[in-house]
């Protein structure tokens, strides 16, 4: 195991992330993003600490700079049947072995790795210590809160462009009120409950 700062000057490493463990509703979205080390971008963090604006910003620069990104995802009827863990490592892999450029090296953000054939390591908190799973994490958070907000434009009862799917208060409420919709992940206790 290289320790992390020699993993920055590794050719052709992956760092992929994924995007909506947590929410009640919609798919887990995963990135996985190679970068060009000819074409650093300075201000990769945790997509989580950063403002929406930065987020935008940084998006656009991971996709005019970096060698590949690719996305996968497990849909919420695939989070029902599998598990939210296994369709989490289901939408990894899926966005891993979607890179158009083979990775020499898999480091992924977490303490598990999804079944790939490339050489992997899982990194706990690695969103904040690996610029390429901190490219990952932007780009698969940036991609689930748009579709997030084309959900509101559809159901804007539900206030999805604000809580983004979490069991916010205003979420739990809307639902009480409305009901889940058909996206809604009918084994998330709280939706399980309404549908009981």
Do not use: W
């Amino acid at each position: 195991m290289l320790d992390l700062e020699q993993y920055t000057t590794v050719e052709k490493l992956a760092g992929c992330d994924e995007v909506g463990r947590g929410p009640l509703v919609g798919d887990v979205v995963a990135a996985a993003v190679i970068l060009d080390l000819s074409k650093p971008i300075a201000g990769l963090a945790d997509s989580k600490k950063l403002t929406e604006k930065k987020r935008d910003y940084l998006y656009q620069c991971i996709m005019e700079k970096a060698l590949c990104v690719s996305v996968g995802r497990a849909s919420h009827l695939e989070i029902d049947q599998l598990n939210i863990l296994h369709a989490s490592m289901l939408a990894m892999q899926r966005s891993i072995e979607g890179l158009s450029v083979q990775p020499s090296m898999v480091l992924v953000d977490g303490n598990r790795c999804p079944n790939i054939e490339y050489p992997c390591e899982a990194i706990i908190k690695g969103d904040a210590k690996v610029a390429a799973i901190s490219a990952a994490s932007i780009v698969a958070k940036v991609i689930r809160d748009a579709e997030m907000k084309a959900l509101h434009q559809q159901y804007p009862e539900y206030g999805f462009d604000r809580h983004k799917g979490y069991p916010t208060k205003e979420h739990m409420a809307a639902l009480k009120q409305y009901g889940p919709l058909s996206m809604h992940r009918k084994s998330f206790k709280p939706v399980k409950v309404l549908l009981d």
